[in-house]
């Protein structure tokens, strides 16, 4: 199972706003955190215009003076473990 997340950053002075979009078995999710501790998340179904939503939040959050600081994606696959489901450590020298 993959699992990609794809996150930006924006900050006005003291605060910041956090966009993320993760992938879900059934679509995207889209979550946005800030500013202060307000916490918002919408789900799309596979196909659908989730980059549209997100570039339209993130004009407005230009227009709002606010400054994209960071764009962050992550990928992570799962790896074949031994036969015996051990991982393997470094040797000590």
Known sequence: MTMERTAWLFTREEDSVR???????????LVIEGPGARISRYEFPAGTA????????????LSDGYRLQVVSERRAEEKPRAPSGERRRRREK
Do not use: A
């Not at 966009?19 to 999710?29: H, Y």
């Open 19 to 29: 966009v993320e979009i993760r992938s879900t078995g059934e679509g995207v999710q």
């Open 50 to 61: 989730v980059e549209g939503f997100r570039r339209d939040y993130e004009d407005k959050l």
